[in-house]
Nanobody, 120 residues
């Protein structure tokens, strides 16, 4: 199983970015998907998570600004980030809780990380 993240970059404060993360490999089903981020010198923190039924939860720091979504047919999740602030600067990691077979348990897989820099 591989997760390929894309969409990071440099943006000015107040700007927007959209991250994508596509899962590939021998996958039976994907349960939850989500995004974490890690800023320099800080621990990795949860940004947003979405269930396979589309229920989303967000960190308080991004509520009202970020939106997580997923396209199950494409095995892809998205993170729309609006009204970006300098404190959103971090490496963003996508993850997916994947079931490899009908009777198999679930395991977490991670993308490679994509840099988001918010600066004027």
């Amino acid at each position: 199983v591989q997760l390929q993240a894309s969409g990071g970059g440099l943006v000015q404060p107040g700007g927007s970015l959209r991250l994508s993360c596509a899962a590939s490999g021998s996958i039976f089903s994907i349960n939850s998907m989500g995004w974490y981020r890690q800023a320099p010198g800080k621990q990795r923190e949860l940004v947003a998570i979405i269930t396979n039924g589309g229920i989303a939860n967000y960190a308080d720091s991004v509520k009202g600004r970020f939106t997580i979504s997923r396209d199950n047919s494409k095995r892809t999740e998205y993170l729309q980030m609006n009204s970006l602030k300098p404190e959103d600067t971090a490496v963003y990691y996508c993850y997916a809780r994947v079931q490899l077979g009908r009777y198999a348990g679930s395991s977490d897989y991670w993308g490679q990380g994509t840099q988001v820099t918010v600066s004027s």
